[in-house]
């Protein structure tokens, strides 16, 4: 008898329920171990989002671990993987903004507020409130500023260094300031 055609089909067999199985063990969910440590790291991706201003939201971007972690568990791990992955790159292309060498901020306002002659109150006025302005902004320094003389006349003013409002008739501002990268 030709045993070569059951050898085969034997094969054939076994190689299809090996894929079948792979198949299956993908489709298993992740561990809540692993699901723990991807909610962990989907927040601090969040943090990282917020911290560099990158402004992203929606459900790959919340502050939600339990959200992060009911979603992992219902996923297979290449999914959860995925998604790390995908944030990951988007934080990178965040950090590199593309800034213009220099830029122009005329009437310079912080927290939708003039902003003060001053970095302190009264104190490091002109060029360390400007440079603080502009590092605030991602630019390395101010290279030119011009001063808006008591500007608190008719808006009030707020002191970069330590956010306190300036309203009096004596406080000044900027009427603008150019920064470098």
Not at 74 to 102: D, F, G, N, S, Y
Not at 108 to 118: E, M, S
Not at 137 to 143: E, T
């Amino acid at each position: 008898m030709n045993r070569q055609p059951l050898v085969l089909a034997a094969a054939v067999l076994m190689t299809v329920s090996a894929f079948s199985i792979a198949d299956t063990t993908d489709a298993i969910a992740a561990n809540p171990e692993f699901c723990a440590r991807y909610a962990d790291r989907a927040l601090m991706q969040q943090l990282r989002n917020r911290s560099l201003g990158c402004g992203y939201y929606g459900p790959r971007w919340h502050r939600n671990w339990g959200a992060h972690f009911a979603w992992c568990v219902t996923q297979p791990r290449w999914k959860a993987r995925r998604e790390i992955r995908i944030r990951r790159q988007m934080l990178r292309q965040c950090r590199r903004p593309v800034l213009p060498r220099t830029r122009t901020f005329y009437a310079p306002r912080i927290g939708g507020v003039r902003l003060d002659w001053c970095r302190f109150w009264a104190r490091q006025c002109g060029a360390p409130a400007a440079n603080a302005f502009c590092r605030a902004r991602g630019y390395r320094r101010a290279i030119g500023y011009r001063k808006a003389v008591d500007v608190g006349r008719w808006e009030p003013t707020r002191v970069i260094g330590s956010g306190r409002i300036c309203s009096g008739d004596f406080c000044d501002g900027f009427r603008r300031i150019t920064c470098v990268r």
